[in-house]
């Protein structure tokens, strides 16, 4: 079995420190999607242009109950009492409903508590939801980005508040001073958030909001994929879809109804038109595996699948970039956009949030998609075209030495195993380079597994696939690698997947990308740490399943 061993260099740690700081921004986003989609599903169907609003495109005016949950309409005609009210023009009592409270109160106060958790656990999550609630009721805009940033700060500082005291206080009077401190001082940070630092991120909200407003003004928002493109191949893209996009798009969406910064980061066109582009034009294990990892991609929104594909070859971020470009043109010309966040950015997701407001809006979405796919496809065509006769003659140069380090390691070792045998497999399939795409040479990679220098200090029980989110990428490794542990009939190995952010050092081994590895080793260094490229295939997985069953003959 092998590990990616990556020196700790400067702009290694530069990396890593960006990711570490993306992840705990879309760590406050990620885990409360659900309740995004939520309100976005309501927002769809019952506010007065959705589906079933008083102006609905499909005309299927749902009343009263659209007015009663989406808000408006007036209480005294409707009658449904009970149900909170608040004067509208007119001096009418019109409804409330669910869509103005879910994203001013509940959809902040989760981001603030996920924020608050995050940084000092229960405690700070419940101090947390104290201050930002002076936010937000001192703004009177959704404050998405006060949350992001008071629900931590106002954690971090019960923190030290506790160190003041910690082991000072006398036997029987800790649930007092516990309970009163944090009452405390959360009174005093939500006073401070209403009076100051609401006014403060409503100034930074509108500030922030104008640029976007500018950028679409003067046709510059497709300049964006430059940075966004290249980001997400660094594992940067929940960092930029989540705690940066959603949060202006929600802003953005409950003032048109929809937002073009949802479709950003979250296009899966880019990806298609590059996996297209390696199905046709790629060669071996990369040619290989491309298909299937178009279906996780597009249809799954795994958007981590391709990355290893640009990674491979670098020139085609290119392609991403004037792919992304091109789909974002799009919507800004034909007024494309999502009513909610699309999570995962599956076509599927997509196409739930576009539908919304209206037709015409879908078809522009998807022709934005095709767009995209369009042109990352001809342009990663020309770049692997003009690559090809060079890669396939170091693809076979690397498959012969491949064959011959694993050769030698048999003689080394004395003896064949399942896992030398199913490296030999994926070099003959041309899988010495690709299939793996890791950093490590091929004669090393061979020599590891002889050698065994990654081999566990103990019983290995515990496996965690490890990604940024802990959602997508590592939980279809983990369920690839669980089938196959299954039917090596091993039963005592768990394999669960998780956020880099949550390993806890209980882990016995931890698989990652390799991108990511770096960041896994700093949270759990005692565990065994192996770094992949491609969490659908890689023969990595073959080599741990051949390790646990080894280990339980050796118990038996």
């Not at 990616?4 to 990711?19: D, P």
């Not at 740490?529 to 080599?543: C, R």
Request: with cysteine; glycine share 12%; charged share 10%.
């Amino acid at each position: 079995m092998t590990t990616a061993s990556t020196t700790s260099t400067g702009v290694n740690r530069a990396r890593v420190g960006v990711q570490r700081f993306g992840t705990f921004l879309s760590g406050m986003i990620m885990p409360n999607i659900a309740a995004f989609i939520a309100w976005g599903f309501i927002t769809m169907f019952f506010i007065t242009k959705g589906f079933f609003g008083a102006e609905s495109p499909f005309r299927w005016h749902w009343s009263p109950v659209a007015e009663i949950i989406g808000g408006g309409g007036n209480s005294a005609t409707i009658g449904w009492n009970g149900a909170m009210t608040a004067l509208a023009s007119g001096d009418v009592a019109a409804y409330v409903g669910l869509v103005g409270p879910m994203v001013t109160y509940l959809l902040p106060l989760l981001i603030a508590n996920t924020g608050g958790r995050m940084v000092y656990g229960a405690r700070g999550g419940v101090v947390a939801s104290i201050a930002v609630m002076g936010v937000i009721v001192g703004t009177d805009i959704p404050m998405f980005l006060g949350a992001m940033i008071m629900g931590p700060l106002a954690a971090w500082i019960t923190k030290q508040m506790d160190k003041l005291w910690d082991g000072k206080i006398r036997p029987g009077f800790e649930m007092l001073v516990n309970n009163f401190s944090a009452g405390i001082l959360g009174m005093i940070l939500a006073i401070v958030g209403f009076f100051a630092f609401g006014p403060i991120m409503l100034g930074v909200s509108t500030f922030l909001g104008g640029i976007v407003g500018w950028l679409v003004d003067v046709n510059l928002l497709p300049l964006l994929s430059i940075i966004v493109e290249p980001a997400k191949v660094l594992f940067l893209n929940n960092a930029i879809n989540h705690g940066v996009f959603t949060p202006l798009g929600i802003q953005q969406a409950t003032e048109t109804g929809k937002s073009i910064l949802f479709l950003i980061e979250a296009n899966p066109g880019p990806g298609l038109g590059l996996l297209l582009a390696f199905t046709f034009f790629g060669v071996g294990a990369a040619k290989a595996s491309a298909p299937g990892a178009i279906i996780i991609q597009f249809f799954g929104g795994i958007h981590e699948i391709y990355f290893p594909y640009a990674l491979s070859k670098p020139m085609t971020i290119l392609a991403l970039i004037a792919g992304g470009a091109a789909g974002v043109t799009t919507n800004m010309l034909f007024g494309g956009g999502l009513a909610f966040p699309a999570a995962p950015g599956s076509i599927i997701a997509v196409t739930a949030a576009a539908i919304g407001p209206g037709a015409g809006n879908l078809l522009v979405v998807y022709l934005s998609v095709i767009v995209a796919a369009a042109v990352t496809f001809l342009l990663s065509a020309v770049i692997l075209r003009a690559s090809r006769k060079r890669d396939l003659a170091a693809e076979a140069d690397s498959t012969a030495s491949f064959e011959a380090a694993i050769a030698q390691t048999e003689a080394n070792k004395g003896k064949s195993s399942d896992a030398l045998s199913g490296l030999r497999a994926g070099a003959v399939a041309g899988a010495g380079r690709e299939g793996d795409q890791t950093s490590l040479s091929v004669d090393q990679a061979a020599d590891a597994v002889a050698t065994g220098t990654i081999a566990p200090a103990g019983h290995v029980k515990n496996i965690v696939f490890a990604c940024d989110a802990g959602m997508g990428s590592s939980a279809m490794g983990a369920s690839v690698l669980r089938n196959k542990i299954k039917k090596a009939g091993v039963e005592d190995v768990s394999v669960t997947n998780k956020a880099i952010a949550n390993l806890d050092g209980s882990e016995d081994l931890v698989i990652t990308q390799q991108q990511l590895t770096d960041r896994a080793r700093g949270r759990t260094p005692n565990a065994t740490h192996v770094s992949v490229d491609n969490f659908m295939n890689s023969p990595k997985y073959d080599e741990v399943v051949d390790l646990v069953v080894q280990q339980q003959k050796n118990r038996a």
